[in-house]
């Protein structure tokens, strides 16, 4: 088993940063790859960074490149999603997930484990 918990979000204005972590727990081979997902209402979630904890190898989502990094921390256990210039379409609910294949990249359905989420508000 494999738990996560979101820490970090909040309410910003546009052009603003939010960092949200993500603390897992658990069998490290459940979590080669950890992702960021994010779902806005009536909307479908949609995959925003992955790293492969391995090696470190990353993946963004066209709409988040250049603004948005994922890093990891493994002595910690702890993942990160650095969003800088914000826009008011990444208000959202963000998700960290857990995947045991290192090819999980942005796909929710790869993923196996996930956090309860953290509410990300972004005014204009």
């Known amino acids: 088993q494999v738990q996560l918990v979101e820490s970090g979000g909040g309410s910003v204005q546009a052009g603003g940063s939010l960092r949200l972590s993500c603390a897992a727990s658990g069998y490290t081979y459940s979590r080669n790859c950890m992702g960021w997902f994010r779902q806005a209402p009536g909307k479908e979630r949609e995959g925003v960074a992955a790293?492969?904890?391995?090696?470190?190898?990353?993946y963004y989502a066209d709409s988040v490149k250049g603004r948005f990094t994922i890093s990891q921390d493994n002595a910690k256990n702890t993942v990160y999603l650095q969003m800088n210039s914000l826009k008011p379409e990444d208000t959202a609910m963000y998700y960290c997930a857990a995947s045991p294949v290192n090819w999980a990249h942005l796909f929710p359905g790869r993923y196996n484990y996930w956090g309860q989420g953290t509410q990300v508000t972004v005014s204009s």
């Open positions: 790293i492969y904890t391995g090696g470190g190898s990353t």
